[in-house]
């Protein structure tokens, strides 16, 4: 574990305060591939806004599913050029970009075919992918099918380099660093993998049966022609919520949408892989609506009694019209799903991710061509020789903005209010947005945002969010004092996955208005305020809104002023059971020992010792530091076995026993320590929670230093990821209602990716433990319980009635005597 800061992120801190009262300060520029940002055209191209997907009308196989969704590789002009040409009349020449994405697997491509597309084309593949909507109660099923295959079936290789020296999904099931050969291992082979891709869908936010969850080793290969020998086709966790399917290359699962109306989004979660299978594109929103707290608003800001409220609206629907080609049915549409995401470009218009470490340290490796604008030398030995993969890269920025899979794009809206679901969809890049009207090149009066949701539903309360501050609104059509933030330079903050469904209200703006969105969040990992901003060229600028008053509709009138929203309140949860105390951390080497050059920032090896008991003295002796970050992880603390106190932390690998077992129905506090210099977006699959308060601790004694903090307005409801900042306990509170086999991860996904993810298990009540959840205990639960005896994976420690961490005999035989003692009717 370590908590010592990288050494440009203290060169950034030493100077902050200077850079910032120098108004236009930013970072370093942000390497990238040989596309140049600045070269690229900003604000002509117009939003695209996701249609949604229509179910399926035909099947590859029984059992039918509401949803065949496939993931395929195709091209897309994410640039200026192509299509947008004859949308805007320019003649920009960028290449068209290769991506991944989803859409409905009866859907046959041509060979040339080209995203976006219209609708008519009747093909639904797009980047980001079309939206799948939901009602809350009804369930979804969907079939998900790994198609990543080339039209005569044979498998595509992935885009980027793969580092197999991570815990990863290993398809070729060989080479595990341990000696062993299986599947979902670390190996020693510092070699790109190039066969088949792995994939799993997880649908983010889901409250969700396990088997739907999308966990990270039940990946599945696709049914490709060419799958080598020996290569396993499946995880080892793989499974369904139906096992009927059969359709090769495909899982089939179902989800509950047992929430209130929310925003979700579904992407990849393969083990070791995500990070660079999301990075090539395969995302889309997944919307609930309706359900208790869902939808019903009033309006009490207007008049005497409170009336029906109502959200700027239509969205897009099924059947709709094309909300991208038809600019009859684009003008009507108020609510709009917005993913922005960091993308860097090669020349032809590929997608860049670095292909080795040194991109992380803003380094060149030896003897290769230089990183523009960094002289420096990454010069160490990686795995097998020493213990730092070779590919990975801790957190990866990058230097152009993507909004709905177009570069810096621009939206003609109406003078209207609109409502815009936020999604940060970034691999580590934290955003903190906000709105300023645009006199030519000079920034203007800011624009407010009004939150009204998170991640898991509505807030309890509106909040206009303006940079310095966040205040919450009564919902009596005032608009109080400004409510300080807890940093000036807090706006509008969105760590990765987060999301924020918010109102942007332009009624009264003169026709021609421009609107620009910005970002000031770090072009750096984030650790809170203050901080440097993004470059404002490039990475500090993400869209613009251009206000045309001929758009206006008919029904612009109705949508209720947001001072005058009164949200659908949720209650707390209740009083915790049981407190969970768990650590974030940074491992660094222990055998590799480096010089960091003050000029150059050039890394050298001074000495790579393994297996030294004396690593860490021997390396300060010789004047250098053990080589960091090797990993991130998740961990508990080890506590004296007498008296309970913290000893340390104790980092734990994806591997380890599990350490995180609620039982079902129980509502637990986690507190969330956090040791390392970075903010983490911690997310934990299948609950909602509440974040209750942020205190600072030491990091050597673990005693809290100051009081605790509540969230910011924006935080209150209920949210599925939330921003740990160093040196801070989060706590949070959440109830564990299905049970299973999941995980919690941070959603920085470089650090998911290696080590910084942990399984937890929802374990059966022994106080009553009705496995069949038909209200009884008999003798079909001892034998549901009898059948996990065979099980050989973590997932039946949800079984584990008496809590010895076991599955066997005992615990069917506790079960049993459970059904004996119920009392008999005579």
Known sequence: MTIRPKPWKTMLTLGIGLLLLQGNAHAQPVAGGTLDPTTIPKYVT??????????????????????????????????????????????????????????????????????????????????????????????????????????????????????????????????????????????????????PVPMVVHVHGSHVNYLSDGYPEAWWLPAAKNIPAGYARYGRLYDQYNRGNKVPGSAFYAYENDQPATTLWYHDHSLGITRN????????????????????????????????????????????????????????????????????????????????????????????????????????????????????????????????????????????????????????????????????LVQGPEVPFYQIGAEQGFLPKVV??????????????????????????????????????????????????VIRMVNTAPDNPFGGFPDVPADPGTSGQVMEFVVRANLTQPSDAQATPPQNLVLPAEGPLGAPANTRQVTLNEEESSQLCVAVDALTGSITTIFNTPNDPNFAANCAAAGGVPMAPKAAKLGVFQTDPVTGAKIMSLPKMWADAITETPTLGDTEMWEIYNFTVDGHPIHIHMVRFEVIDRQPFDILTFATTGPATPPKPNELGYKDTVIALPGQITRLKAKFDKPGLYVWHCHILEHE???????????????????????????????????QLSVKTEAKLAYDLNGDGRVDLLDALLLLKKVLAQPRLV
């Open 277 to 440: 299978n999301v990075y090539a594109g395969p995302a889309g929103f997944w919307l609930i609506r309706g359900g208790a707290n869902g939808d019903e608003f009033v309006d009490d800001g207007t008049t005497a009694a409170p009336a029906d409220g109502k959200l700027p609206g239509p969205a897009p629907t099924a059947n709709g019209g094309d909300p991208n080609f038809d600019p009859a049915a684009r003008a009507t549409i108020r609510e709009i799903p917005v993913v922005i995401q960091d993308r860097s470009f090669n020349a032809d218009g590929s997608l860049f991710y670095p292909s080795n470490r040194a991109f992380f340290e803003r380094l060149s490796l030896p003897g290769q061509p230089p990183q523009s604008g960094f002289t420096g030398i990454l010069d160490i030995p990686f795995i097998p020789v020493s213990d730092i993969s070779p590919i990975w890269n801790p957190e990866a920025f990058f230097n152009t903005m993507v909004v709905n899979g177009s570069t810096w794009p621009v939206f003609e809206v109406a003078p209207a209010r609109y409502r815009l679901r936020l999604l940060n969809g970034c691999n580590s890049r934290t955003l903190n947005l906000a709105l300023f009207q645009m006199n030519g």
């Open 46 to 195: 117009p939003l695209v806004i996701p249609p949604v997907m229509s179910k399926s009308t035909s099947q590859p196989g029984a059992p039918a599913a509401d949803y065949n969704i496939a993931v395929r590789q195709f091209k897309q002009q994410i640039l200026p050029g192509g299509v947008w040409n004859t949308v805007n009349g320019r003649n920009d020449t960028f290449g068209a970009t290769t991506v991944w994405s989803y859409g409905r697997a009866q859907d046959v491509m041509p060979a040339n075919f080209v995203a976006p597309a219209p609708l008519a084309n009747n093909i639904s593949f797009n980047y980001p992918a079309f939206t799948v909507e939901n009602s809350s109660g009804t369930p979804t099923s969907v079939r998900w099918i790994n198609g990543l295959v080339d039209a005569n079936g044979n498998y595509l290789p992935h885009l980027f380099a793969v580092d197999q020296t991570l815990h990863w999904a290993n398809p070729p099931a060989t080479g595990c660093a341990d000696g062993t050969n299986h599947t979902d291992c670390r190996t020693l082979n510092p070699n790109p993998y190039t066969g």
């Open 753 to 787: 990716d290696n080590e910084m993810m942990r399984p937890y298990v929802v374990k059966f009540s022994p106080a009553f433990p009705d496995l069949n959840g038909d209200g009884r205990l008999t003798v079909a639960d001892v034998l549901i319980i009898l059948r």
């Open 464 to 513: 206009m969010v303006q940079t310095g501050s966040a205040t919450p609104l009564p919902g009596d059509g005032t608009i109080p004092a400004p409510v300080a933030a807890p940093d000036p330079q807090y706006a509008l903050l969105v760590g990765p996955a987060e999301r924020a469904d918010v109102i942007v209200d332009f009624t009264g703006m003169p026709d021609g208005t």
